[in-house]
């Protein structure tokens, strides 16, 4: 099976940075999208950011210019770089990946969480 290990949240001020890590491992054919969600108390999980095997990135409006979803292939590593980070970035950051597991057989799995919280 696959297991997802992130890593890289903390406690920081308005306006920091933080770097998120993900790195897939186990039975892994290939990795096809790879990418970011996020949940804040109460709320729903939203998408935050995500990219494809072909690179090609997809961010939600409100971290659009701030946050840059990059991958390392050769790692099957996914990174979330975060810049001039809000209070409302609040939140429990999950990686998300689509792995072909098999030939023809893809599955969605999730990473364990890392906390992020920003302080005014």
């Known amino acids: 099976q696959v297991q997802l290990v992130e890593s890289g949240g903390g406690l920081v001020q308005a306006g920091g940075s933080l770097r998120l890590s993900c790195a897939a491992s186990?039975?892994?054919?290939?990795?096809?999208?790879m990418g970011w969600f996020r949940q804040a108390p109460g709320k729903q999980r939203e998408l935050v950011a995500s990219?494809?095997?072909?690179?090609?990135?997809n961010y939600a409006d409100f971290v659009k210019g701030r946050f840059t979803v990059s991958r390392d292939n050769a790692k099957n590593t996914v990174y979330l770089q975060m810049d001039s980070l809000k209070p409302e970035d609040t939140a429990v950051y999950y990686c998300?990946?689509?792995?072909?597991?098999?030939?023809?057989?893809?599955?969605?799995?999730w990473g364990q969480g890392t906390q992020v919280t920003v302080s005014s």
């Open positions: 186990g039975i892994i054919y290939s990795i096809n999208t």
């Open positions: 990219i494809t095997s072909g690179n090609s990135t």
């Open positions: 998300n990946t689509n792995v072909r597991i098999t030939r023809g057989v893809d599955y969605y799995y």
